[in-house]
């Protein structure tokens, strides 16, 4: 790979952790630009550490995720499953047969035509069912579109993960699962149990590896796998088969995964609600066992059976009921939390991120962003991160309560799209300094001070950069009082915003004690023999045991610091 880019092969398990990954491929596209100048600057990021090069049969240079993606029968809608980059309609009509010839057409999903009207409005056209920006003349920035030209028939006309991707997939990323559908009353993958037994037949095993040798065996310096996967349904279970297989097959290589939660659950439900707390609880333990850490990411306020409220921003209007805007978040946090392992220079490993956070047992950690970063105009970075107070910052990421009050062990940190201009104080010599953060020289020097403050005795790792989070259309327009480029107005905003400040982290928190432990007390209240279906998808009486131990030996990992919970 150029540069020597220490490569990441994704991994993108079940329909809401689709969500995520369009979401969050479509954010790399649009930092990628159209045919970037050889002129330019390298960025900050590394995009060769996700993205892979190719060619088609007309000898097309090809540049598409580094990915493989399984989902159930009938998500796909518009999206073909071998994608339409690599299709060929000459050699699809050469025909060698000269006889009578009976055609039998598929009937074709429409395209989502609400998608269709904002994004050519918006400057953006389609073609064979992706969505790609148009190029814009002289490098000039693309028209300012009013609120009223994002109507809301956007979000609610989204049905699937694929009505709004608009980046190019390889042939060898989509594995559908064709034994469970996607919709429907039947055939679905409910259990942690079905979803192991998919990766044990032989038709889906092998596809699964056929696919990772394929993509591993390009790879100059592969540094691991990064695994975005449901954790509610039956996906959670063929997480855990695909972790498992990874470590057997390339030990010492990283693997990460990322489990995903939709943000709200219907009490009316109770059978899909006590699934979903066994499928969490099975997934979370399964996959800890053979990934480097795992992370639970979701916006809602529980992995419990008790709703909590959905997580709040105070600079983002969002609807925890719909997969694409909760979905949207989730990727923005991901895409900032992930740039250690794709940072150009001086990258940490994800063996390293992993060792410094999942130290003494703790595999399990915490995800806290705040998305935007709110710097007014004219404001410098000490200045803003004085404003957000002594009290833990962050928005919690993972379900697992609020953090104020806990402990953090060890953390990662990210800082990204403050301009260098705002990095450090400007005040004039001889002027009273407002904190001692304003007395640092440089932004690097702000940020650790800044962690310090917070977190005295706490292993911190922290990386300033200048690239901001791109959040141009298809994303979901969720921002209040903000500029095109994610800066805090007074007033109404002035057009899409298109790239914003994040400030986000990962962290090994005293809060997983009180979770996992809280995770394992419902399940111990639950009558079992009530829900025999579950039992009878491939688990037994045993493994539910066995489980409840190793969500308490989890829980006592972080148990220090207890005391300083509220």
């Known amino acids: 790979m150029a540069g020597g880019a220490r490569e990441v092969l994704t991994l993108q398990l079940g329909h809401f952790a689709g969500f995520v990954g369009a979401h969050w491929w479509n954010q790399q596209d649009a930092a ?168 044990k037949e032989p038709r889906y095993l092998e596809e699964l590896e056929d696919r990772l040798h394929f993509y591993v065996e390009e790879c100059d310096y592969l540094q691991g796998f990064q695994i975005l996967c449901d954790l509610h349904d039956g996906f959670s279970g063929v997480g855990a088969k695909a972790a498992e297989l990874l470590q057997d097959e390339y030990s010492g290589r990283g693997i990460i995964t990322w489990g995903l939660l939709p943000g709200s659950y219907n009490l009316g439900e109770p059978q899909k609600n006590v699934y979903r707390l066994l499928n969490t609880a099975f997934g979370l333990v399964h996959l800890t066992a053979y990934s480097s850490f795992v992370c639970p990411l979701s916006l809602g306020g529980s992995l419990g059976l008790r709703p909590q409220p959905p997580v709040n921003f105070p600079y983002l209007h969002y609807d925890a009921t719909l997969p694409f805007h909760c979905s949207a978040i989730l990727a923005t946090a991901l895409d900032t939390v992930t740039v250690p392992y794709r940072l150009r220079s001086s990258p940490v490993s994800m063996v390293h991120l992993a060792d410094m956070l999942s130290f003494s047992g703790k595999k399990v950690v915490t995800a806290e962003a705040i998305i935007p970063f709110p710097l007014v105009p004219g404001q410098c970075l000490p200045d803003a991160l004085v404003q957000l107070g002594g009290a833990t910052p962050w928005t919690p990421l993972s379900a697992c309560g609020n953090p104020s009050g806990t402990r953090c062990f060890a953390q990662s940190v990210v800082l990204r799209g403050i301009d260098r201009a705002c990095h450090t104080s400007q005040l004039n010599p001889g002027t009273p300094l407002p904190s001692p953060l304003h007395a640092c020289t440089t932004g690097e020097e702000v940020l650790a001070q800044y962690l310090h403050q917070q977190q005295p005795k706490v292993t911190s790792s922290s990386h300033l950069l200048l690239t901001p989070c791109r959040v141009a259309p298809p994303y979901p327009y969720l921002f209040s009082s903000f500029s095109q480029q994610g800066m805090v107005l007074d007033g109404p905003p002035r057009g899409t915003v298109q790239s914003i400040p994040v400030f986000g982290a990962l962290c090994s928190s005293s809060s997983l004690h009180q979770a996992l432990g809280g995770l394992a007390t419902e399940l111990t209240k639950l009558d079992l023999r009530r829900w025999a279906s579950f039992l009878d998808a491939g688990v037994e009486q045993d493994d539910v045991e066995e489980l409840l131990q190793e969500l308490h030996s989890l829980a006592q990992c972080y148990q220090e610091g207890d005391s300083l919970m509220d």
């Open 32 to 199: 990628l630009g159209r045919a970037t100048s050889a002129k330019e600057s390298l960025g900050e990021l590394c995009p060769d550490v996700l993205y892979r090069t190719g060619q088609t049969l007309h000898g097309q240079e090809t540049y598409t995720p580094r990915l493989i993606l399984m989902d159930l029968k009938g998500s796909l809608n518009s999206l073909k499953e071998e994608g339409g980059l690599y299709w060929d309609k000459q050699l699809d009509a050469a025909i060698a047969w000269h006889g009578k010839l009976s055609t039998h057409k598929e009937e074709v999903y429409p395209k989502n035509p609400q998608l269709q009207d904002l994004l050519s409005a918006e400057g953006v056209q389609s073609s064979d069912d992706i969505w790609r920006v148009k190029s814009i003349p002289n490098g000039k920035a693309p028209p300012a579109v009013t609120t009223a030209a994002t109507p809301k028939p956007l979000e609610r006309s989204v049905r699937v993960w694929s009505d709004f991707l608009r980046v190019h997939l390889h042939p060898r990323s989509i594995c559908m699962i064709q034994k469970y559908n996607h919709d429907g009353e039947t055939g679905r993958l409910e259990a942690f149990g079905q979803g192991e037994s998919v990766l």
